[in-house]
């Protein structure tokens, strides 16, 4: 019986930054057209919560990295998203932990105030109920 690969094992070919614990590469299903990247960690694990402290310090030098070389030199580019989906109820698809980071630029979307809370249709906003 074959094994199944992980695509996100062994991302060499794809990667655009190679920290010593994480690979960053750019989304193939972008939900922006210039700036939505995947840190994947090079250890295959499907959690974010499982990552060791090594590979959370590599993950926020890799976030760094991305605001300096890829965010500060855009006008239009001031804010991002960061997050990562935690299983199959929360969204993920692909059972290799990796985090989302989405540049956002003013006017992409009409109202952005309350960010990740929208993607609970009706939660995005902070009016008493």
Not at 22 to 37: D, Y
Request: hydrophobic letters at 30%.
């Amino acid at each position: 019986m074959l094994k199944k690969v992980c695509r996100f094992c062994n991302l060499d070919d794809r990667s655009i930054y190679n920290g010593k614990y994480v690979t960053l590469i750019k989304s193939r299903f972008p939900v922006v057209k210039k700036g939505h990247w995947l840190i994947v960690p090079k250890r295959h694990i499907e959690s974010c919560y499982d990552l060791n402290n090594k590979e959370w310090v590599d993950v926020i030098d890799t976030l760094r990295m991305i605001k300096y070389r890829y965010l500060s030199y855009k006008d239009d580019i001031t804010s991002t998203n960061v997050g990562f989906n935690d299983g199959k109820l929360a969204g993920q698809t692909i059972m290799h932990a990796h985090i989302h980071v989405i540049k956002r630029s003013k006017g992409d979307v009409k109202n952005p105030s309350g960010g990740i809370r929208n993607i609970i249709p009706g939660k995005g906003s902070y009016e008493r109920r």
